[in-house]
């Protein structure tokens, strides 16, 4: 089927989609998005690698789907399909590897970062590529894009992308929204159930999931560990389980369908989520709209927003930390449920809507229009909330709230969850600074912008 040959607004160039087989959270962050700006009357284009689940070309919900190369196949072929159609505006999705879009455009880019990949590239390729592979993450792609706009899921990103020199100023943060969970009609398991909920690949730490059922099957006798997802390191994980000796223990379902995935989730007493690295972590709120809490590592970076540790989940520091919070959970049935149901209110919060709003915001001003307005945020004495406290995103609580899920008052509840969301607050090396930032930049529920109409 050929390629429509009318002028495209935005062009979105994706290693994956959401339906490749390693697709994810980012994919469907990246569907959303275009999604959103084809309602806005845009042409929309999502460039991404072919595989043997879709077409090569296909129109969804508004938006031309175009796949055309492999794994490393589809970076060329994207710089080519920009050369020919001239977009308004690129979107670059740089997982982990930017498309360079740069070079063979005149137009906009703007570059939609959902995590920085510092510890996945030697886990993943090795000492050798892996730090090739760094070093045009963190050198030459800051240099490169230094004249684009960037977007981000999660302060944590934004952070580490100022650490590689891209200035905070031209870096969004617009926030996974959620989709309703479909209504499930099954009961939580009588006997203690995990579930550990993703690609099937090294970074993921299964393996760590799989640890924590072995050593605590002991105090728990029927405690069972569901797999949901797919991947090559699924041999490696099967490996595992029978040398712990857990492999009647560990249910492997491999790929489900949507239904079945909120099933098993609304089945379990808590997720896990041992990630390596998280640009948000959406399997946490998916588990979240389940009342699940969810139990990972503090060091994942973007887990730090998508779980209020203490309030709806607990971020731990190590395998042993992990180990001992599910082991918590599991004997406290009330710490357990108050968590989820905070758990739930939080994903609740988060809307694919207000997320919209602001992406057009950025696409907008990449293409010469002024959607922002700039404020000024004294950080110097601590965080001073902008327009009046919102940060897009809600601490788990409402007007009912009694407070039981985290210890302490409800104002020191209120400020630890200020001081981990707020997404204006830089800090640079040994100090606090002055910052001007944009405020529906950094909000991501701030007031929608005017994005500009196609052209006739």
Same mark, same amino acid.
Request: aromatic residues 6%; charged residues 25%.
């Given at each position: 089927?050929? $390629?429509?040959?009318?002028?495209?607004?935005?062009?979105?160039?994706?290693?994956?989609?959401?339906?490749?087989?390693?697709?994810?959270?980012?994919?469907?962050?990246?569907?959303?998005?275009?999604?959103?700006?084809?309602?806005?009357?845009?042409?929309?284009?999502?460039?991404?690698?072919?595989?043997?689940?879709?077409?090569? %070309?296909?129109?969804?919900? =508004?938006?031309?789907?175009?796949?055309?190369?492999?794994?490393?196949?589809?970076?060329?072929?994207?710089? +080519?399909?920009?050369?020919?159609?001239?977009?308004?505006?690129?979107?670059?999705?740089?997982?982990?590897?930017?498309?360079?879009?740069?070079?063979? @455009?005149?137009?906009?880019?703007?570059?939609?970062?959902?995590?920085?990949?510092?510890?996945?590239?030697?886990?993943?390729?090795?000492?050798?590529?892996?730090?090739?592979?760094?070093?045009?993450?963190?050198?030459?792609?800051?240099?490169?894009?230094?004249? &684009?706009?960037?977007?981000?899921?999660?302060?944590?990103?934004?952070?580490?992308?100022?650490?590689?020199?891209?200035?905070? #100023?031209? @870096?969004?943060?617009?926030?996974?929204?959620?989709?309703?969970?479909?209504?499930?009609?099954?009961?939580?398991?009588?006997?203690?159930?995990?579930?550990?909920?993703?690609?099937?690949?090294?970074?993921?730490?299964?393996?760590?999931?799989? /640890?924590?059922?072995?050593?605590?099957?002991?105090?728990?006798?029927?405690?069972?560990? &569901?797999?949901?997802? /797919?991947?090559?390191?699924?041999?490696? *994980?099967?490996?595992?389980?029978?040398? +712990?000796?857990?492999?009647?223990?560990?249910?492997?379902? =491999?790929?489900? =369908?949507?239904?079945?995935?909120?099933?098993?989730? #609304?089945?379990?007493?808590?997720?896990?989520?041992?990630?390596?690295?998280?640009?948000?972590?959406?399997?946490?709120?998916?588990?979240?709209?389940?009342?699940?809490?969810?139990?990972?590592?503090?060091?994942?970076?973007?887990?730090?927003? &998508?779980? +209020?540790?203490?309030?709806?989940? $607990?971020?731990?520091?190590?395998?042993?930390?992990?180990?001992?919070?599910?082991?918590?959970?599991?004997?406290?049935?009330?710490?357990?449920?108050?968590?989820?149901?905070?758990?739930?209110?939080?994903?609740?919060? +988060?809307?694919?809507?207000?997320?919209?709003?602001?992406?057009?915001?950025?696409?907008?001003?990449?293409?010469?229009?002024?959607?922002?307005?700039?404020?000024?945020? %004294?950080?110097?004495?601590?965080?001073?909330? *902008?327009?009046?406290?919102?940060?897009?995103?809600? !601490?788990?609580?409402?007007?009912?709230?009694?407070? %039981?899920?985290?210890?302490?008052?409800? /104002?020191?509840?209120?400020?630890?969850?200020?001081?981990?969301?707020?997404?204006?607050?830089?800090?640079?090396?040994?100090?606090?600074?002055?910052?001007?930032? !944009?405020?529906? #930049?950094?909000?991501?529920?701030?007031?929608?912008?005017?994005?500009?109409?196609?052209?006739?």
């Amino acid at each position: 089927m050929p $390629i429509r040959s009318a002028p495209i607004d935005v062009l979105f160039l994706s290693w994956r989609d959401a339906s490749h087989p390693e697709g994810g959270g980012s994919e469907r962050y990246v569907h959303r998005m275009a999604e959103g700006m084809a309602a806005r009357g845009l042409r929309v284009v999502l460039f991404c690698a072919a595989h043997d689940r879709a077409p090569a %070309d296909e129109v969804l919900r =508004g938006v031309r789907i175009v796949r055309r190369g492999g794994r490393l196949g589809v970076y060329p072929r994207a710089m +080519l399909h920009v050369l020919r159609s001239r977009p308004r505006v690129v979107v670059d999705v740089q997982n982990g590897l930017p498309f360079f879009s740069r070079l063979v @455009t005149r137009g906009a880019v703007v570059v939609l970062v959902h995590h920085v990949h510092r510890e996945q590239w030697p886990i993943v390729f090795g000492p050798r590529a892996g730090a090739l592979g760094w070093w045009i993450e963190s050198v030459l792609a800051p240099r490169l894009y230094r004249r &684009s706009r960037y977007v981000t899921v999660s302060g944590a990103t934004a952070e580490e992308l100022a650490s590689l020199g891209v200035d905070p #100023a031209r @870096t969004t943060i617009v926030p996974n929204g959620l989709d309703a969970p479909p209504a499930v009609d099954v009961p939580r398991s009588a006997a203690p159930r995990l579930v550990v909920l993703g690609r099937l690949v090294p970074h993921k730490q299964v393996e760590h999931a799989l /640890e924590v059922v072995a050593r605590l099957r002991g105090r728990w006798p029927g405690l069972r560990l &569901s797999v949901v997802g /797919e991947g090559w390191w699924e041999e490696r *994980l099967r490996e595992e389980a029978d040398r +712990l000796g857990i492999t009647g223990r560990v249910d492997f379902h =491999g790929y489900v =369908g949507e239904r079945e995935k909120h099933e098993l989730l #609304a089945r379990s007493w808590v997720h896990l989520c041992p990630s390596v690295k998280e640009g948000w972590g959406l399997v946490v709120s998916e588990a979240g709209g389940h009342e699940v809490p969810t139990v990972g590592y503090r060091s994942a970076g973007g887990l730090r927003e &998508s779980v +209020l540790d203490g309030r709806t989940g $607990i971020l731990v520091e190590d395998l042993d930390g992990l180990t001992e919070a599910v082991d918590g959970l599991l004997h406290d049935d009330a710490a357990r449920t108050a968590m989820g149901r905070a758990a739930a209110r939080y994903a609740a919060s +988060l809307t694919w809507p207000a997320g919209v709003a602001t992406f057009a915001a950025v696409l907008d001003t990449a293409a010469g229009g002024s959607a922002a307005g700039a404020v000024v945020q %004294d950080v110097d004495g601590g965080v001073v909330p *902008l327009r009046g406290g919102a940060v897009g995103v809600g !601490d788990g609580g409402d007007a009912g709230d009694d407070g %039981d899920a985290e210890p302490g008052t409800d /104002e020191q509840g209120d400020q630890r969850t200020r001081e981990r969301l707020h997404p204006g607050t830089r800090f640079r090396r040994g100090g606090r600074r002055r910052v001007t930032v !944009d405020a529906p #930049a950094m909000i991501h529920n701030a007031a929608p912008p005017t994005m500009p109409s196609a052209p006739a």
